[in-house]
């Protein structure tokens, strides 16, 4: 009986062993997350739509293009305002930095002039939506504590809870966020839904993404085609819509320059 016993045992404790190896580490989970959109490069329009208390709409129109820095898997990315006549002609590049700070420039054609932001200005609205700087540009997970809160549906997926808070007072300061927790898909990574508190840790914004598109087969990269975003505190919301995504499609370095926001 004893050898039946030792068998059990080793079976059971193979069993349990496998079953906590098969869920990531939070850390793991919230790097898989932020990449899970990273494509090599891509093109889209995209339309911003702004929504007050009252219902009343304003749409922006944009175009834009990303690209990974050659040998890193940091991100460029330039938006173009098309529309309205007030945003039309505005520019931004932002440019991550693994290991330091990430550039921010905006192009404002009635000064006709590139402005460079600074790590504080993260936080700031990005071109009066809804979304900050750092929202657009993305939280590096290093830059972060995270935890995994629980398991929990949205939508019929499956998804990992995961609470994220500010290594230190500079990382809670630049974002404006006390906390940050995102439910993540447990098979594609890409996060459904999310909440973050502001720096006295009331809510602030909820985040809701729809429409996941497997974008690059090849690298398994996912991209939401909707995402919306409400700020509960002013009862304002911006939808963002992705239109013409095209992944891999080759950009060349010149459109990710300073240079390149002044061409009309």
């Given amino acids: 009986m004893n050898w039946l016993k030792t068998l059990t045992l080793a079976v059971f404790l193979v069993g349990s062993f496998d079953a906590s190896a098969a869920d990531p580490s939070a850390s793991d989970i919230a790097q898989k997350s932020y ?15 702004l929504v007050n208390s009252a219902g009343q709409e304003r749409i922006r129109e944009t175009t834009g293009g990303t690209k990974l820095i050659k040998g890193t898997t940091d991100n460029m990315r330039i938006t173009t305002f098309m529309s309205p006549s007030d945003v039309k002609g505005t520019k931004t590049l932002l440019i991550e930095h693994a290991g330091k700070d990430d550039d921010i420039w905006i192009y404002l054609p009635a000064l006709k002039k590139v402005r460079r932001l600074v790590s504080n200005d993260k936080k700031d609205s990005f071109v009066g939506t809804d979304f900050s700087y750092g929202d657009v540009i993305g939280h590096r997970p290093s830059d972060w504590n995270h935890k995994i809160v629980k398991s929990e549906s949205v939508d019929g997926r499956d998804c990992f809870v995961l609470e994220s808070t500010p290594k230190t007072p500079e990382v809670a300061n630049n974002s404006g966020y006390s906390k940050r927790v995102f439910w993540i898909d447990k098979e594609n990574f890409v996060p459904l839904k999310g909440e973050v508190y502001d720096s006295g840790n009331q809510l602030l914004k909820k985040f809701t993404a729809k429409r996941i598109e497997k974008v690059d087969a090849k690298n398994d990269k ?13 009862d304002h919301r911006t939808i963002l819509e992705f239109k013409n995504f095209k992944a891999n499609v080759g950009i060349g370095d010149d459109k990710f320059t300073t240079r390149y926001l002044e061409i009309q």
């Fill in 35 to 49: 990449d899970s959109s990273k494509v090599a490069d891509s093109t889209s329009d995209a339309t911003f739509k």
């Fill in 222 to 234: 996912w991209q939401p085609m909707y995402t919306e975003v409400e700020n509960v505190q002013s």
